[in-house]
């Protein structure tokens, strides 16, 4: 399975940005699908999650600012991201994952890199 990230790119801060990540395939089960960031030197650090029941958590630095959804169909992933500040800069990965029952795995994206500009 492969995650296709897109609709990263360079923004000032107080701008949007609407991140999607769709899988190769279509996945019938599975846990969670959701966002991480990574910057030079740190540790990726999870963003946003979704449940496949659509259970949501959020970074607290993004509260009130993000958003993550997922199409009817949940074979996309979508992060809305507003009021963006220079420390949201960094790439993102999606990942899809499936843990509670076997068999497991856990798939990632290729990244897409957001800049926001101050």
């Known amino acids: 399975v492969q995650l296709q990230a897109s609709g990263g790119g360079l923004v000032q801060a107080g701008g949007s940005l609407r991140l999607s990540c769709a899988p190769s395939t279509i996945i019938l089960n599975f846990d969670t699908m959701g966002w991480y960031r990574q910057v030079p030197g740190k540790q990726r650090e999870s963003v946003a999650v979704?449940?496949?029941?659509?259970?949501?958590i959020l970074a607290d630095s993004v509260k009130g600012r993000f958003t993550i959804s997922t199409d009817n169909a949940q074979r996309t992933v979508y992060l809305q991201m507003n009021s963006l500040k220079s420390e949201d800069s960094g790439v993102y990965y999606c990942?899809?994952?499936?843990?509670?029952?076997?068999?497991?795995?856990?798939?990632w994206g290729q990244g897409t890199l957001v800049t926001v500009s101050s």
């Open positions: 979704i449940s496949s029941g659509g259970q949501t």
């Open positions: 990942n899809l994952r499936k843990y509670a029952v076997a068999p497991r795995y856990s798939y």
